[in-house]
């Protein structure tokens, strides 16, 4: 079946920094969808997205899936200790509601 | 907003006994629910779908015989894991939803099994 691959797996930022993770299909996806998972949790419905060059915001987090559907990212200006956690990304198939999720970027954030 | 339970949030048991875990959806009547398995630093692999009243689906590679599921009501979804061995050993998530309403999945806390 179609895979994800998400990038980068780790990433380590100072308190106040960006931080952006990338999900990459080599196939057109029909949706994405980010959860985020704290260390010790269960994962957490963020967004979906659906539309070919959709954007959405949430406060400081912006999601983007690409013009091709092939592509997404999450990106969080201005980290805070509370962004902690690993974020998946995650899709179903046309319709399907079973997800498939890419392995995790895990933040770690210094304060 | 849609909450979803699991019982036990911990387990820990002896190699060769069988192990239930519980998933309830405690603020609506799930039409289907999926059970996930995760390892340490890993992501979360699905290994059944099922829907109140009919037969799990199993995904490839997931023995039916070892982790029977069980979805009697729209609200409790059962897993057992049927003679557990320490490979067996691992953090178990359930998710519900219903289809055409609650088109997003919501999680349970997890369970964390520890087979001995």
């Known amino acids: 079946g179609q895979q994800v691959m998400q990038i980068p797996q780790y990433q380590h930022v100072q308190e106040g920094e960006d931080f952006t993770t990338y999900c990459n299909s080599s196939?057109?996806?029909?949706?994405i969808q980010w959860y985020k998972q704290r260390p010790g949790g269960h994962p957490v419905f963020l967004i979906q997205?659906?539309?070919?060059?959709e954007v959405k915001k949430q406060k400081r987090l912006t999601f983007q899936f690409g013009e091709a559907k092939k592509n997404s990212s999450l990106h969080i200006t201005a980290t805070q200790t509370t962004d902690v956690g690993t974020y998946f990304c995650?899709?179903?198939?046309?319709?399907?509601?079973?997800?498939?999720f890419g392995k995790g970027t895990k933040l770690s954030v210094i304060p | 907003g849609a909450v979803v339970s699991q019982h036990p949030s911990r387990v820990i048991c002896k190699s060769g006994t069988s192990v239930k875990i519980e998933c309830r959806s405690l603020?609506?009547?799930?039409?289907?629910m999926f059970w996930y398995r995760q390892f340490p630093k890993q992501s979360l692999m699905l290994m059944a779908t099922?829907?109140?009243?009919?037969?799990?689906?199993?995904e490839q590679g997931v023995e039916k015989d070892k982790f029977l599921i069980n979805h009697a009501s729209l609200t409790l979804s059962t897993l057992t894991v049927t003679s557990a061995h320490p490979e067996d050993s691992s953090f178990y998530i359930c998710?519900?939803?219903?289809?055409?309403?609650?088109?997003?999945?919501?999680f349970g806390p997890g369970t964390r099994l520890t087979v001995l």
């Open positions: 998710s519900a939803m219903i289809v055409g309403i609650l088109d997003t999945q919501y």
């Open positions: 196939t057109t996806l029909s949706n």
């Open positions: 997205l659906v539309k070919s060059g």
């Open positions: 995650g899709y179903s198939g046309a319709g399907s509601y079973q997800l498939t």
């Open positions: 603020d609506f009547q799930a039409t289907t």
């Open positions: 099922s829907n109140e009243g009919s037969k799990a689906t199993y």
